[in-house]
């Protein structure tokens, strides 16, 4: 007997957050947000696939993304249809599963990263000379905008000045976002924001330290607060990242490898 589709709905969250617990490590972030969500039209749209009765694999259709799991290899052309049907042109999942996918869809272009996460912090990394600050009012912002245009990787984001401070405001305001910052005689020397992601876990981005004050450790040692005060709330920390040279630096912190994350964007 061969496999069906099914449609998921509400009732079936437990079934779908059980196959994903099968990886718990690499999926934290999905059930995060299944657990705090749930599964409902306005926010995705959940199909399986079944096999002598059993779940085998889900696709998770989001409004703008769409992700894959399974915890076995499955012939995926059976989703190619649905994924066509949606409003949406980007993939993501753990490599090996959306690899499968590439014969069957017409590709724009696709990125390569790796995924690790944070239970618990190694020991604090303490710099005397160095005050570590939260981002908390339009100053702060202003001077935050600053730093961000002396790094190459954000200067592109941060083009204006005014649309950027209105946005960081926003985000202290909503409290969706935690930003410290590292200081020393006046001068912010190095950054870090942590999204929140559910009730159960975060996503670190947005590390940045400007050239001249490189090779100091300060980014290490706003990560290393950022992440400890996150943890001690009862979070997970996620960090998404492709530099192998970088991820050595994060594991020192107390980040581990769990995954090769794959996205494709696709026609």
Same mark, same amino acid.
């Given at each position: 007997?061969?496999?069906i589709?099914?449609?998921? %709905?509400?009732?079936?969250?437990?079934?779908?957050?059980?196959?994903?617990?099968?990886?718990?490590?690499?999926?934290?972030?999905?059930?995060?947000?299944?657990?705090?969500?749930?599964i409902?039209?306005s *926010?995705?749209?959940?199909?399986?696939?079944?096999?002598?009765?059993?779940?085998?694999?889900i696709?998770?259709?989001?409004?703008?993304?769409?992700?894959?799991?399974?915890n076995?290899h499955?012939?995926?052309?059976? %989703?190619?249809?649905?994924?066509?049907?949606k +409003?949406? +042109?980007?993939?993501?999942? $753990? $490599?090996?599963?959306?690899?499968?996918?590439?014969?069957?869809?017409?590709?724009?272009?696709?990125?390569?990263?790796?995924?690790?996460?944070?239970t618990?912090?190694?020991?604090?990394?303490?710099?005397?000379?160095?005050?570590?600050k $939260?981002?908390? +009012?339009?100053?702060d912002?202003?001077r935050?905008? +600053?730093?961000y245009?002396r790094?190459?990787?954000?200067?592109?984001?941060v083009s204006?000045?005014?649309? *950027? /401070?209105k946005?960081?405001?926003?985000?202290?305001?909503?409290?969706? /976002?935690?930003?410290?910052?590292?200081?020393?005689?006046?001068?912010?020397?190095?950054?870090?924001?942590?999204?929140?992601?559910?009730?159960?876990?975060?996503?670190?981005?947005?590390?940045a330290?400007?050239?001249? *004050?490189?090779?100091?450790?300060?980014?290490?040692?706003?990560?290393?607060e950022?992440?400890?005060?996150?943890?001690?709330?009862?979070?997970?920390?996620?960090?998404?990242?492709?530099?192998?040279?970088a991820?050595?630096?994060?594991?020192?912190?107390?980040?581990?490898?769990?995954?090769?994350?794959?996205?494709?964007? %696709?026609?």
């Amino acid at each position: 007997m061969g496999s069906i589709i099914k449609e998921l %709905f509400s009732q079936d969250i437990e079934m779908v957050l059980n196959l994903l617990r099968e990886d718990c490590e690499f999926n934290g972030l999905i059930i995060s947000d299944l657990e705090a969500e749930d599964i409902k039209p306005s *926010f995705v749209n959940v199909y399986g696939e079944f096999e002598q009765l059993k779940l085998r694999a889900i696709l998770l259709c989001f409004k703008e993304k769409i992700v894959y799991y399974s915890n076995e290899h499955r012939d995926v052309q059976i %989703f190619i249809e649905i994924i066509k049907q949606k +409003n949406t +042109n980007k993939m993501n999942g $753990k $490599k090996d599963l959306i690899e499968k996918f590439k014969p069957f869809l017409e590709i724009e272009f696709e990125s390569n990263s790796y995924i690790s996460r944070m239970t618990s912090p190694k020991n604090k990394f303490r710099k005397n000379n160095v005050e570590i600050k $939260k981002i908390q +009012n339009l100053d702060d912002c202003y001077r935050l905008h +600053n730093l961000y245009k002396r790094v190459n990787e954000y200067s592109f984001m941060v083009s204006d000045k005014d649309k *950027f /401070t209105k946005n960081q405001m926003k985000i202290i305001i909503n409290g969706d /976002t935690k930003t410290y910052y590292a200081e020393i005689k006046g001068d912010m020397v190095s950054t870090a924001s942590i999204q929140a992601k559910g009730h159960k876990t975060a996503i670190l981005a947005g590390v940045a330290t400007p050239p001249q *004050f490189r090779g100091n450790g300060y980014a290490t040692k706003v990560v290393s607060e950022l992440c400890n005060d996150v943890i001690s709330e009862g979070k997970m920390v996620y960090l998404f990242y492709n530099n192998p040279t970088a991820g050595l630096i994060y594991n020192k912190i107390g980040f581990q490898e769990v995954g090769e994350w794959m996205v494709l964007g %696709f026609k």
